[in-house]
């Protein structure tokens, strides 16, 4: 019987690819960062403030938590609902993963008035 050549099996049975979830978390934050760096208020919050992703996957599936600073005011609703759409959309296209979950967490909001040591906005 002659042997069959690599090169003539199917992509399925050649071998399998594995991204690291640290891999998939680290795609997720760089493209919330997309999002925020164009989002109301974005001058406010500090440069070295950037998105933390972190992920659950199975299978071809993933779960996402981001937490986030935003700067105030701004509609928060709205920026998150940017924010998730566009890192589920990027995760996807990128993985080939299904993204049925993007968690968004506001960390902190950064306001003029807190800039200019005004107190406490309420």
């Given at each position: 019987?002659?042997?069959?050549?690599?090169?003539?099996?199917?992509?399925?049975?050649?071998?399998?690819?594995?991204?690291?979830?640290?891999?998939?978390?680290?795609?997720?934050a760089?493209?919330?960062?997309?999002?925020?760096?164009?989002?109301?208020?974005?001058?406010?919050?500090?440069?070295?403030?950037?998105?933390?992703?972190?992920?659950s996957?199975?299978?071809?599936?993933?779960?996402?938590?981001?937490?986030?600073?935003?700067?105030?005011?701004?509609?928060?609703?709205?920026?998150?609902?940017?924010?998730?759409?566009?890192?589920?959309?990027?995760?996807?296209?990128?993985?080939?993963?299904?993204?049925?979950?993007?968690?968004?967490?506001?960390?902190?909001?950064?306001?003029?008035?807190?800039?200019?040591?005004?107190?406490?906005?309420?």
């Amino acid at each position: 019987m002659a042997s069959a050549v690599p090169g003539q099996l199917p992509a399925a049975d050649r071998g399998a690819l594995r991204i690291a979830d640290r891999v998939v978390a680290k795609i997720a934050a760089q493209a919330a960062g997309e999002v925020l760096t164009g989002a109301p208020g974005a001058d406010l919050v500090p440069r070295d403030a950037r998105p933390h992703a972190s992920v659950s996957v199975r299978k071809d599936t993933a779960r996402l938590r981001l937490t986030l600073e935003l700067g105030y005011p701004a509609n928060i609703g709205a920026v998150c609902g940017a924010v998730r759409r566009h890192v589920t959309g990027k995760v996807e296209s990128l993985t080939g993963m299904d993204v049925p979950e993007v968690a968004v967490e506001v960390e902190r909001l950064h306001s003029t008035a807190a800039e200019r040591d005004e107190g406490r906005v309420e």
